[in-house]
């Protein structure tokens, strides 16, 4: 059945969907916990918004964006 499946998908064009990319260890280093440094939307000064979660920073605007490590301070974004 399966086989069946790969030729259908073959014939279409479709092709296996790439591996999804597994979250790097070195990016959740230090228990997951960051510091996100934003730029403010009137004002353009910086500000920091302390001990977040790093799926949070999804709601952040890229503008000038900046995330580091809780304990150990190094940039990851």
Same mark, same amino acid.
């Given at each position: 059945m399966?086989?069946?499946i790969k030729k259908i998908q073959s014939i279409f064009g479709k092709k296996d969907a790439p591996p999804a990319p597994a979250e790097e $260890?070195? $990016?959740?280093c230090c228990e997951g916990k960051v510091?996100?440094?934003y730029r403010g939307i009137s004002d353009d000064k910086m500000y920091v918004s302390y001990n977040r979660r790093?799926? $949070?920073v999804k709601f952040f605007k890229p503008n000038?964006? +900046?995330?580091?490590c809780n304990v150990c +301070?190094?940039?990851?974004?």
């Open positions: 399966n086989n069946l $260890e070195d $990016e959740l510091h996100i440094a790093w799926d $949070e000038g964006l +900046r995330v580091f +301070r190094r940039r990851l974004l």
